[in-house]
């Protein structure tokens, strides 16, 4: 069974920077491709970030391009998010999620394993 565990959330005012992580176990972690992704109240799951296997490919959401990195240490069995020139409108709770197969990865439906979440909030 694949556990997933954010970490780091918080908050921040605008302007600032955050990072959260994830640290992944039950399943090896090269094995696995690494999402994140975010809700806020009332709205659906949107895509934040995906890495591949090896850290080499990165695909990131069109409001967060620029400004998010999204990155992995396998050796730590770790991914991170870093956030920079936070937004009011980044304010959701933020999810990581794995899977073995890199396709598809802006889709919720693509994922079974998630955590369970760590808020994100940015002032104004």
């Known amino acids: 069974q694949v556990q997933l565990v954010e970490s780091g959330g918080g908050l921040v005012q605008a302007g600032g920077s955050l990072n959260v992580s994830c640290a992944v176990s039950g399943r090896r972690f090269t094995d696995l491709i690494m999402a994140w992704f975010r809700q806020a109240p009332g709205k659906n799951r949107e895509f934040v970030a995906a890495?591949?296997?090896?850290?080499?490919?990165?695909y990131y959401g069109d409001s967060v391009e620029g400004r998010f990195t999204i990155s992995r240490d396998n050796a730590a069995n770790m991914g991170s998010l870093q956030m920079n020139m936070l937004k009011p409108e980044d304010t959701a709770d933020y999810y990581c999620?794995?899977?073995?197969?890199?396709?598809?990865?802006?889709?919720?439906?693509?994922?079974?394993?998630w955590g369970a979440g760590t808020q994100v909030t940015v002032s104004s």
């Open positions: 890495i591949d296997w090896s850290g080499t490919v990165t």
């Open positions: 999620t794995v899977d073995p197969d890199f396709y598809n990865v802006r889709r919720t439906s693509h994922y079974r394993y």
